[in-house]
């Protein structure tokens, strides 16, 4: 039935200088503009790899938003049902990179995501939990991932999305759940979340602890820890020359996804994992332009 991906999707503006980053001046840099969201981000490296890919999303009515849904289309994954709110304006996310494409600020207007609530979510709950996997970010109330916590019955896959926004996540935990919870963090979004700091072992003990089946904390440079209870790994990054760090997060997610979709281990997801961030660190915008498994 494929995967079902419940989050944003946005409009991603990203500066990057074209010499050293002066705080606090303007400077002379590169603008891309594209497409982008988690969900969609998710959605969009899913496609690449094959996989059949439906899009939960909320829709505004400015501009943007057609060209936004019709691209969605374009990549290959569905977005019905979406939701259309009258005069609301599409979702954007502002990045400013330093020149190594490190984000040094971002600045994410989500307020359209507040219109996708538990009821609207719990009106294609049938067709949602038919869904070989479900994926959410964090955009979303958490009110909205409270209900899939509770009524979900397809293998949920969360991204933490942000520090502030990982929060979100602890109405998934301590849930006596049908199926899978499968989290992903990164450093800061595990701490913000644990209270732990420094032991990343300690950290990934401390999500099994409550209810997370399986946990990936991505440590940038340092690479990935991952952990089911049983078993653990700890993976190195690929070294490469960063282009642009948004979006490595969410090629990661989409590689686990499709990984073990088709039955691969939590060392050889999170292998898959490393791929596709590394290729996600080589690209201006803030998802894979091609996938090639081999």
């Not at 494409?101 to 971002?106: P, S, T």
């Not at 979340?193 to 997370?212: P, R, Y």
């Not at 700890?234 to 996804?257: E, K, R, Y």
Request: hydrophobic share 45%; net charge negative; proline share 3%.
């Amino acid at each position: 039935m494929g995967i079902t991906i419940i989050g944003a999707a946005n409009v991603d503006i990203t500066a990057t200088p074209l010499g050293r980053y002066v705080p606090c001046d303007s400077n002379p840099s590169r603008v891309e503009i594209s497409y982008g969201g988690v969900g969609r981000n998710i959605a969009h490296n899913l496609c690449l790899m094959g996989e059949q890919v439906r899009l939960f999303t909320v829709f505004g009515d400015d501009s943007i938003a057609l060209s936004l849904r019709d691209d969605c289309r374009r990549v290959g994954m569905a977005v019905d049902p979406i939701l259309e709110v009258a005069g609301a304006r599409s979702n954007y996310f502002i990045c400013v990179n330093d020149h190594n494409g490190e984000m040094q600020a971002g600045a994410a207007d989500m307020e359209l995501m507040q219109h996708l609530t538990p009821e609207m979510v719990a009106a294609h709950i049938e067709s949602i939990n038919a869904s070989d996997a479900v994926v959410a970010d964090c955009n979303p109330s958490e009110q909205v991932l409270a209900y899939l916590a509770h009524h979900c019955t397809a293998p949920l896959y969360v991204d933490a999305t942000s520090a502030a926004k990982a929060l979100k996540i602890r109405s998934l935990l301590d849930v006596n759940r049908q199926a899978p919870l499968i989290v992903k963090v990164n450093h800061a979004e595990a701490v913000a979340l644990s209270g732990i700091k420094g032991d990343v072992e300690a950290m990934a003990s401390w999500f099994i602890e409550h209810g997370v089946t399986r946990i990936f904390i991505t440590m940038g440079a340092r690479g990935v820890y991952c952990s089911d209870g049983e078993h653990s790994c700890a993976l190195p990054s690929q070294a490469v020359t960063v282009v642009n760090a948004t979006g490595a997060g969410d090629a990661f997610m989409a590689a686990v996804v499709h990984a073990e979709h088709h039955g691969a281990t939590l060392q050889e997801a999170c292998a898959l994992g490393i791929k596709a961030a590394a290729l996600a660190l080589q690209s201006m915008t803030a998802t894979l332009h091609a996938w090639d498994e081999k």
